[in-house]
Nanobody, 121 residues
């Protein structure tokens, strides 16, 4: 069983910053890709940032230059630093981890419960 828990969401004014954290715990061998997604009301869930175990990261154009993803493999933790936030960044942010668990032939994806980010004056 793998647990994924996000933290760090909240209310911030436009132009402000927030830092999200996500910790994975449980019985597993290794975490491969870690990523952040978001879902705004009435919209589909979309990728915000992803990072491979070795550190290579990717972002959609909508957040490139404003958001930075990082990870600490020793702590099974991924972070999302969000700067220059805009009202359109308002959404529930979800952490996704791709994990190889003991006894399984291939890795699986696990999701956190989400954390609300609201950008408003």
């Amino acid at each position: 069983q793998v647990q994924v828990v996000e933290s760090g969401g909240g209310l911030v004014q436009p132009g402000g910053s927030l830092r999200l954290s996500c910790v994975a715990s449980g019985r597993f061998n290794i975490i491969y890709r870690m990523a952040w997604y978001r879902q705004a009301p009435g919209k589909q869930r979309e990728l915000v940032a992803g990072i491979r175990r070795g550190g290579a990261s990717d972002y959609p154009d909508s957040v490139k230059g404003r958001f930075t993803i990082s990870r600490d493999n020793a702590k099974n933790t991924v972070y999302l630093e969000m700067n220059s936030l805009k009202p359109e960044d308002t959404a529930v942010y979800y952490c996704n981890v791709n994990v190889q668990t003991w006894g399984m032939s291939s890795p699986s994806d696990y999701w956190g419960q989400g954390t609300q980010v609201t950008v408003s004056s």
